[in-house]
Nanobody, 114 residues
């Protein structure tokens, strides 16, 4: 069983940056593939970035070159560094852990607006 808690969301102007931490507890994070998903109002949840247990990363085309996912297994933390934010990046961001089953956090809201 894994518990995930996201933080770091908030209001940011277009072009700005945010870091979203995801703190995991209840299990050894290192065995899990981790990901960040987002859901905008009226849209389906979509994968933003993912990182495997051995550190390989994958990004949605819309965020490549702007977002960076990283993990610190010793601290049981996954970070999403978001730069050059656009209004279309807004939504609720969810942390995901996957190993046989999926675990989800409750999400953190990111608003990109001037």
């Amino acid at each position: 069983q894994v518990q995930l808690v996201e933080s770091g969301g908030g209001l940011v102007q277009p072009g700005g940056s945010l870091i979203l931490p995801c703190a995991a507890s209840g299990s050894i994070l290192s065995i899990y593939a981790m990901g960040w998903y987002r859901q905008a109002p009226g849209k389906q949840r979509e994968l933003v970035a993912a990182i495997t247990s051995d550190g390989r990363t994958n990004y949605a085309d819309s965020v490549k070159g702007r977002f960076t996912i990283s993990r610190d297994n010793a601290k049981n933390t996954v970070l999403l560094q978001m730069n050059t934010l656009k209004p279309e990046d807004a939504g609720v961001y969810y942390c995901n852990a996957h190993w046989r089953v999926d675990y989800w956090g409750k999400g953190t809201l990111v608003t990109v607006s001037s």
